[in-house]
């Protein structure tokens, strides 16, 4: 008796009927591989659409969703950081127009000096801000006070342990040569329009990104605002961590939490310090209109104040 197999004719026969099959081509090529390829392929899809839905938040989305985050990259943004974004006519909103007061430069050059001065490192943060104190040219000094008055208040105002550094995370130091983090900017209203915008027409102040500018506008420096009730220092100095706070990071306006406390830092008291306020000028704001704190000038308030 003869054996019938004959693997030389079994292999040839293999080969035809594979040879006309796609699917057991690519299993011969690649092996237990053909089969990870697709599972692959179908768990990247499904990652991606979870991160579509919300899966993959970055820095600016958690900025946005909780005001008490920095975004530790609001230097990149393009855009003016603090600005109203509601549509209201100003006289809707008796607590944001300007008091009466002294004079104040409507026009500038849109060109900025530098106020001579450095000094040592304040704070215990670890992440150091450098900063420089300008005025815009043009502005009369004599209606500020002078430039080596405004930079020692900054100066001051910084260096206060209510102030930012209050917090153990920042710290600044003053430079006037090369580029710094901040340059803390007393600027004309014409060009604080420019770079900060005039859809409201109310005189405010804001952070602009591309050249790392807080903008003091002078008629809030000069003037101050209703809400403190002619306080013009203690004004200036909630202007200035106002402004420096969105210089930081703190991108986003907080509204009055309880009834009669002290207002957040990052509440926008130029304009009041009651919700029914605020929230017209910011819509996307959720919290209660009825509250109404009291004006405070510092991001760190020692109790009792």
């Not at 090529?29 to 697709?38: C, D, H, M, Q, S």
């Not at 100066?155 to 920042?170: A, K």
């Amino acid at each position: 008796m003869r054996a019938r197999w004959d693997p030389t004719v079994d292999d040839e026969d293999s080969t035809n009927e594979t040879s006309s099959n796609p699917f057991a081509r690519f299993v011969r090529a690649f092996g237990w591989r053909a089969y990870a390829i697709p599972v692959l392929a179908v768990l990247t899809v499904l990652l991606l659409v979870a991160t579509v839905r919300g899966g993959g938040g970055t820095t600016a989305d958690s900025a946005d969703a909780d005001p008490d985050m920095r975004n530790a990259k609001v230097s990149e943004e393009t855009h003016a950081i603090g600005v109203p974004t509601g549509d209201i006519a100003a006289d809707a909103l008796p607590a944001g127009a300007l008091p009466d007061g002294g004079k104040f430069t409507t026009k500038g050059t849109t060109e900025f000096r530098v106020v001579s001065g450095s000094g040592d490192r304040f704070g215990t943060g670890k992440q150091v801000y450098t900063y420089s104190v300008e005025v815009e040219k043009g502005i009369d000094a004599s209606q500020f006070g002078g430039d080596k008055s405004l930079a020692k208040f900054v100066d001051t105002t910084l260096n206060n342990p209510r102030s930012w550094i209050g917090g153990g995370e920042v710290s600044f130091k003053r430079v006037d040569k090369g580029v710094p983090d901040l340059r803390i900017s007393l600027t004309s209203t014409d060009t604080t329009h420019e770079l900060c915008g005039n859809q409201i027409k109310l005189e405010t102040s804001c952070f602009y990104p591309p050249d790392h500018r807080v903008v003091l506008n002078e008629a809030r420096w000069v003037r101050g605002a209703r809400p403190f009730d002619g306080d013009d220092v203690a004004y200036r100095q909630y202007l200035v961590n106002h402004e420096v706070g969105h210089g930081i990071g703190y991108e986003k306006h907080k509204p009055c939490p309880k009834d009669g406390d002290l207002a957040p830092i990052m509440m926008q008291q130029t304009f009041g310090t009651a919700n029914k306020d605020i929230m017209a000028l910011d819509p996307d704001m959720k919290a209660d209109r009825s509250l109404v704190c009291r004006p405070n000038p510092w991001p760190y308030p020692t109790e009792g104040e």
